[in-house]
């Protein structure tokens, strides 16, 4: 009995991870019959998958991979590729944007408290290492990539920021709500606050040849969707 209630507890606090914040925003938003994010395809990724010759055979995996729209538009266009997200609501809501077309390619699945048992050729991850802000946070989820990765695979990163702003969110507050605009419908709504954390360029760089991870290219991008500017890279072990 002590042993289950100390299970219980465990998850409880697992459960109340200031990260997972966005699943409560993700209910929200979709109970007024909208989207939080746009849904137009992020063009960087295609870039990156054309420039560094990533085929439809190659396996490909979406690291948050929200309401889906990278993935399903990769899945559309007959790439092999699973988006993980640890909001059942946002893999939840990919099944049914999809048309339930690619039910066994979303997994809802935290990758700071688990690893797949599988290896892959491309990773791409738009903007979910800016919701970490505990560095152990971080930690796992570029030591994630790292092992998730074959030899010769290639995994690309984008984070919010110029390369110069430094910001931090209080993360006891993400689970709060604030009056937010939704880009969809420009209207007011009240929504989790979630977290976010922004780094600068010699931190984000340090936190990656930190975990044992090569720097092959780096850029700042505004056409990364409903961000203003992102400093992106691409890694390899």
Not at 2 to 25: G, P, T
Not at 73 to 83: A, K, M, T, W
Not at 199 to 221: A, M, P, Q, R, Y
Request: with cysteine; aromatic share 12%.
């Amino acid at each position: 009995m002590l042993l289950k209630l100390c299970c219980d507890i465990f998850k409880m606090v697992i459960d109340m991870d200031y990260y997972k914040a966005y699943d409560k925003r993700y209910k929200q938003v979709h109970d007024k019959n909208t989207l939080w994010f746009s849904f137009i395809p992020t063009l960087e990724v295609m870039d990156v998958i054309n420039k560094y010759d990533i085929s439809k055979d190659s396996k490909i995996l979406e690291v948050g991979c929200g309401e889906g729209r990278d993935a399903i538009y990769l899945l559309s266009q007959g790439y092999n590729v699973l988006g993980v997200d640890s909001s059942k609501e946002a893999i939840k809501k990919c099944n049914e944007l999809s048309n339930y077309l690619y039910k066994d390619k979303f997994k809802e699945f935290d990758i700071i408290n688990a690893k797949l048992a599988e290896k892959f050729d491309f990773i791409y991850s738009i903007s979910v290492l800016s919701t970490l802000i505990d560095d152990y946070h971080r930690r796992m989820f570029l030591k994630f990539i790292k092992e998730h990765l074959t030899d010769r695979g290639y995994a690309f990163i984008t984070v919010i920021g110029d390369g110069e702003e430094r910001y931090s969110s209080d993360k006891d507050l993400a689970f709060d709500d604030i009056k937010k605009i939704n880009v969809n419908t420009n209207e007011e709504m009240d929504i989790a606050s979630t977290s976010c954390r922004i780094v600068d360029w010699d931190s984000f760089l340090k936190e990656i040849t930190e975990c044992g991870l090569k720097v092959k290219d780096k850029w700042v991008s505004d056409r990364i969707p409903d961000f203003s500017l992102s400093m992106c890279v691409v890694v390899g072990k």
